[in-house]
């Protein structure tokens, strides 16, 4: 049942990427779905890991927010490091933090690392378990807790409702 989950997702989500790129013309959709359908069972067994994906309103309500979330953190990011850069006295305070995480899926946690990693100023090192070693330009304080709920929770809530 996981395995079919999971294909059904992979197949729906290499299809919206096809239209996404190819646009809706009758012939594109034709060879977008064989192609989807095809590369969906050819890899099928390795879609297991979208089988964690909670497919419900809910779910895909938080991942609209989640969108938001995340491009929000990725301009608030990118002019924080702008403007550290643009500083002559260039004030950063690297390090690396250990942070943790509450999500239990490989998935969740594949794309807490991503999010993490496509914010300018952070970047994920290592993940160990619900453990995450972070490098951050400016160091705030040393404090897991603090670290986490510093650069983890913003992600986390809505993750963790998207892949539980």
């Known amino acids: 049942m996981k395995i079919w989950k999971g294909t ?12 996404l790129l190819a646009g809706t013309d009758p012939q594109e959709l034709i060879v977008g779905g064989i192609t989807a359908l095809l ?15 909670n497919i419900s309103f809910r779910s895909f309500y938080f991942l609209i927010l989640y969108i938001f979330i995340f491009l929000i953190a990725l301009i608030k990011s990118n002019l924080d490091v702008a ?6 006295k260039l004030p950063i305070n690297p390090g690396i933090v250990k942070v ?3 999500l239990s899926s490989k998935l969740g946690r594949i794309m807490l690392a ?4 496509l914010t ?14 972070i490098h ?3 160091v705030t304080s040393p404090d897991i807790n603090s670290a986490t ?6 992600f986390e809530k809505y993750l963790e409702v998207i892949f539980g």
């Open 114 to 117: 991503n999010s993490i990693t």
């Open 83 to 88: 403007r550290r850069v643009l500083d002559p």
């Open 39 to 53: 590369l969906s069972l050819q890899f099928s067994s390795k879609a297991k890991i979208f089988a964690e994906v």
């Open 149 to 154: 709920e510093a650069i983890v929770r913003k």
């Open 100 to 102: 943790k995480t509450k």
């Open 136 to 138: 951050w330009i400016d």
């Open 8 to 19: 059904l997702i992979l197949f729906l989500l290499l299809f919206v990427l096809w239209l």
């Open 120 to 133: 300018p100023g952070t970047l994920t090192v290592e993940t160990k378990d619900e453990n995450y070693y």
